[in-house]
T-cell receptor, first 113, second 115 residues
Framework: NAGVTQTPKFQVLKTGQSMTLQCAQDMNHNSMYWYRQDPGMGLRLIYYSASEGTTDKGEVPNGYNVSRLNKREFSLRLESAAPSQTSVYFC????????????FGPGTRLTVL | AQSVTQPDIHITVSEGASLELRCNYSYGATPYLFWYVQSPGQGLQLLLKYFSGDTLVQGIKGFEAEFKRSQSSFNLRKPSVHWSDAAEYFCAVGAGGTSYGKLTFGQGTILTVHP
C-alpha cells in the first residue's frame, strides 16, 4: 500500500515549456486534489476532483489544467510554464466522507527558469 | 469564504519545554479543523482533526488541540517538546457538505527546538 505517489520528484523547466505532473493513489479514494506550496503562503488549492469524471477549480487554477484519468490517477498539466509557477506541488486524496483523513503525496519541486 | 491565520511564523523552544502553536479560523458554520506537520522535504502528515464532540482532541506524537468556538481558535499544544518535533506546522479548515476535502491552510509555523 503505497498511499499517494507523485512523479517526478524534481523538475526544471524553461519558460514556455509544458509538462504534466502525475499523481496516483491506491486507497480507492473518491476525491483527489492538487495544491501548491509557496513560502509564507501555506498550501493553496489549484484543482480538485470530487469523484471520477468530475473536476473543479480551486483557489488558484489559472495556468493549469487537470485530468482525472480514472479513480486512481489525477494529473496536473502546465501548458506554458511561467516563473510564477515555481513551487512545490502536492497531490492529496480522501475517501468517502469528511471524517476521513486526507493523505498527501511527497510533492514535486518545480522550478521554472 | 473560509480562512486560517497562524500568527507566529517562527517559534523557538528548548527541548523539554511546553509548546503552544496558535491558529485562528474564519468559517460560517461548524468547521472541520486539522493540524498537519511537515518535515523538511517531506509531504504533510496529519497530527489531529476536529469535527464535533469533545473540544479537546488528542493526536499522534503526544500533541493535542483545543477547539474554542467563542475565540475561533484551534491551538496546538504539547507538554514537552522533543528535538524530533522540529518541523513546520500547518493549521487547516475544511468546508462542510460535498466540499469537505477542500482545505484552506494557514501560512504555517516553523518550530525550532534547541537542545
Amino acid at each position: 500500500n503505497a498511499g499517494v505517489t507523485q512523479t517526478p520528484k524534481f523538475q526544471v523547466l524553461k519558460t514556455g515549456q509544458s509538462m504534466t505532473l502525475q499523481c496516483a493513489q491506491d486507497m480507492n479514494h473518491n476525491s483527489m486534489y492538487w495544491y501548491r506550496q509557496d513560502p509564507g503562503m501555506g498550501l493553496r488549492l489549484i484543482y480538485y476532483s470530487a469523484s471520477e469524471g468530475t473536476t473543479d477549480k480551486g483557489e488558484v487554477p489559472n495556468g493549469y489544467n487537470v485530468s482525472r484519468l480514472n479513480k486512481r490517477e489525477f494529473s496536473l498539466r502546465l501548458e506554458s510554464a511561467a516563473p510564477s509557477q515555481t513551487s512545490v506541488y502536492f497531490c492529496a486524496s480522501i475517501g468517502g466522507g469528511p471524517t476521513d483523513t486526507q493523505y498527501f503525496g511527497p510533492g514535486t519541486r518545480l522550478t521554472v527558469l | 469564504a473560509q480562512s486560517v491565520t497562524q500568527p507566529d511564523i517562527h517559534i523557538t523552544v528548548s527541548e523539554g519545554a511546553s509548546l503552544e502553536l496558535r491558529c485562528n479560523y474564519s468559517y460560517g458554520a461548524t468547521p472541520y479543523l486539522f493540524w498537519y506537520v511537515q518535515s523538511p522535504g517531506q509531504g504533510l502528515q496529519l497530527l489531529l482533526k476536529y469535527f464535533s464532540g469533545d473540544t479537546l482532541v488528542q493526536g499522534i506524537k503526544g500533541f493535542e488541540a483545543e477547539f474554542k468556538r467563542s475565540q475561533s481558535s484551534f491551538n496546538l499544544r504539547k507538554p514537552s517538546v522533543h528535538w524530533s518535533d522540529a518541523a513546520e506546522y500547518f493549521c487547516a479548515v475544511g468546508a462542510g457538505g460535498t466540499s469537505y476535502g477542500k482545505l484552506t491552510f494557514g501560512q504555517g509555523t516553523i518550530l525550532t527546538v534547541h537542545p
